[in-house]
Every structure is written in C-alpha cells, then in structure tokens.
C-alpha cells in the first residue's frame, strides 16, 4: 500500500501528460491509464522556446553551483574533520545553528538586493553556496578515514592539499555522489526564488521552471494540467537518471556520513 501510494502521483502525472486534453477534464481526477493517448501536449512543450533557453540557463546555473557547493563544502568539512582545528567546536555550534534558525525568503532576498545581484544568475547560488547538512555529513565521513592513512602520508612528506586530493577525496566517493545529486535538486527544480530575482522579464535568463510558468500563462486554461505535466516529465527525467545511476553511491553516503556520532 504504501508503494502505491509514493508510486501512483507519479503515474497520475506521466497519464494526465499522455492524455487528450478534453478528455482529461472530463475524467474527474483520477488516472489509472492515459485517457485519449496523445503527445500533443510534449510537441506543444518542445516547441516552446522558453523550455529550451531555460534548459540552458538552467544547467549552466547547475554546474556553477555544484563547482561552488562541492569546493567549498569539501574544504571547509575537511578543515573541520581535523582535531588539530583547535576552534572547531564553536564553528560547528555556529553551523548548526543556521540549520534550526535561517533568515527564509525574504531576508535572502533582501540580502542579494543589497549586494546588486538582482536579476543575475550568481544570485541563485552564491547566497545558498554550502548546506550546513551535507557540511556536517561530509565533515562525519571525513572524520571515520583512519588517522593512520593520513598521518602515514605526511611522514611520506605529503603536504596538507596533497592529503587532501590524493588521500581523502578518493576514499569519500560515496558521500562526494550523495553531495552532488542533493546539490543537483535544488538549482533543478527551484523557481520560488528564481523567479523572485529574476523578475526582469529578460526570458533568456529564465531558468526552465520559470519558462515552463511563462508558457502556461499563454496558453487556454483546458491545456494548462496536461502540459504542466508533460514540462513536469521533461524536467524529471534527467535528475531521475542521475538518481538511478549513483543510487548505490548515494545510500553509501548517508550511511557513511552516519557511521559516527
């Protein structure tokens, strides 16, 4: 029952997305296969423009982010997996604490206003750059590699970068997927924010969640599920992928991430 229940909202929206559009407001809601079997609705997206830039702009946004998120993320973690870090303790408290009383929205907002980065893609990612979850996660797996490893590699005359590199990135594989496909979904699918600081109505800065917005607002309100889902659908299918494909190394993070208090 409760696979069906995870499993069925998906299968709704990949229905409604193969269905008539007609059809589909005449069948009450509830889908258990495609009524009126068409692709109308995923030709109507594909032909859209704005989904296509907003591919674009999105996946730029995404590999600046995750090169901003996985530096900074893994440094900072590792500076503070080491106990000779003698401030660690007060840094981590001050860490946590943002994890139980952010600013929100409109504090952000404010914030990227005063910096002058309105309207610019730097805004999506800049002010969200480290989570303090996969810091603390990462800092975890960082911390259960064996002293001995490290320290065996500074007799070698190994400096601190090289440890880094050549010793303790290797080693955290697993929890280096887990953080890339986090820091994935949030660039992928964000909009509330994207669409509050990219408010200029310049389209070749939308990302695709802004586009596929934009596009429903010009189209007849009986099309609107259909194509929303069948955008829903493209937007899905690649972190899906993703998922798929490292969904080994992604359980291996979190389970590594916990394997000390």
């Known amino acids: 029952a409760l696979v069906v229940i995870m499993v069925y909202p998906c299968l709704h929206v990949l229905f409604a997305s193969l269905s008539d559009s007609s059809e589909l407001m005449k069948s009450g809601g509830f889908l258990i296969y495609p009524k009126g079997f068409t692709l109308n609705a995923y030709l109507e997206v594909f032909k859209n423009q704005l989904i296509w830039s907003g591919y674009g702009n999105t996946i730029l946004n995404l590999v600046l982010a995750l090169a901003f998120n996985i530096s900074l993320t893994t440094l900072g973690a590792y500076a503070l997996s080491r106990k000779e870090l003698m401030i660690r303790r007060p840094i981590m408290l001050m860490i946590i604490f943002t994890m139980f009383f952010s600013g929100g929205l409109i504090p952000n907002y404010i914030l990227v206003r005063s910096l002058g980065m309105v309207d610019t893609r730097w805004a999506l990612f800049i002010p969200t750059a480290i989570s303090a979850y996969n810091l603390i996660i990462m800092r975890t797996s960082f911390e ?118």
């Open 144 to 261: 259960a590699i064996p002293d001995t490893l490290i320290e065996a590699a500074k007799l070698d005359g190994a400096s601190d970068a090289r440890v880094f590199f050549q010793v303790v990135l290797p080693m955290s594989k697993p929890i280096l997927v887990y953080t890339i496909i986090s820091s994935f979904m949030v660039p992928w699918t964000d909009f509330v924010m994207a669409k509050m600081i990219l408010n200029s109505g310049v389209s070749a800065d939308w990302t695709v969640a802004i586009g596929l917005y934009n596009m429903l607002q010009k189209t007849l309100i009986n099309n609107y599920f259909a194509l929303f889902c069948a955008g829903g659908v493209l937007v899905s299918i690649p972190i899906s992928i993703l998922f798929v494909i490292m969904q080994k190394f992604y359980v291996e993070g979190i389970t590594s991430g916990a394997d000390k208090g």
